[in-house]
């Protein structure tokens, strides 16, 4: 899987789970690879310890990240999520990013060209929050295709369910 870097945990796994409409397991050569993206955050007191757990999918492995801050929001710890699985990315591939945060889909696929229309400020004329994520964002999706899909938490979805206890275990080795 070389369009992931190799750092971290990866695992062999039979590819289930969301698809881009009209893809198959195969891909077909000289097309950019094809990969998932499940991403939760979460935390503990908002603001408080933070934590985000990411899957990464291609060809089949998997790849499990997870980390945390001290002192932060859920929503930074969303937005989070899904930067670190974009960073893992090596060269340019057709993604999906797979979340339940509304903030984070709305915000990728609604608000971001108001926002840049309006020199970084709300409907409310205020100051977007956490615009250096939102920008290390558009800069981290510069080179691919990406789609944005939300999924209902805490419903079942495996992967969700999945980043979401990755997330909490980063919030309790901050804890310590």
Not at 82 to 87: H, I, K, P, S, V
Not at 107 to 115: D, S
Not at 149 to 166: Q, T
Request: glycine residues 12%.
């Amino acid at each position: 899987m070389a369009e992931l870097k190799s750092k971290g945990q990866g695992s062999k796994k039979q590819g289930q789970g969301s698809r881009v409409k009209g893809q198959t397991e195969s891909e077909e050569p000289g097309l950019a690879p094809v990969v998932e993206i499940f991403s939760d955050g979460a935390c503990s007191g908002n603001p408080g310890p933070g934590g985000y757990g990411t899957i990464l999918r291609c060809r089949g492995v998997e790849k499990e990240l997870s980390g945390g801050a001290a002192e932060t929001t859920n929503n930074r710890m969303e937005l989070t999520a899904a930067l670190e699985g974009l960073r893992q990315l090596t060269r340019p591939c057709r993604v999906t990013v797979i979340t339940d945060s509304q903030y984070l889909v709305k915000g990728m696929t609604e608000w971001l060209p108001g926002w840049q229309r309006n020199g970084w400020k709300n409907s409310k004329k205020e100051p977007v929050l956490n615009r250096d994520l939102w920008e290390a964002l558009l800069d981290a999706v510069k080179t691919h295709s990406v789609t944005w899909k939300w999924v209902r938490g805490h419903a079942g979805h495996a992967e969700n369910e999945r980043c979401d206890a990755l997330a909490r275990a980063a919030i309790t080795d901050l804890k310590g």
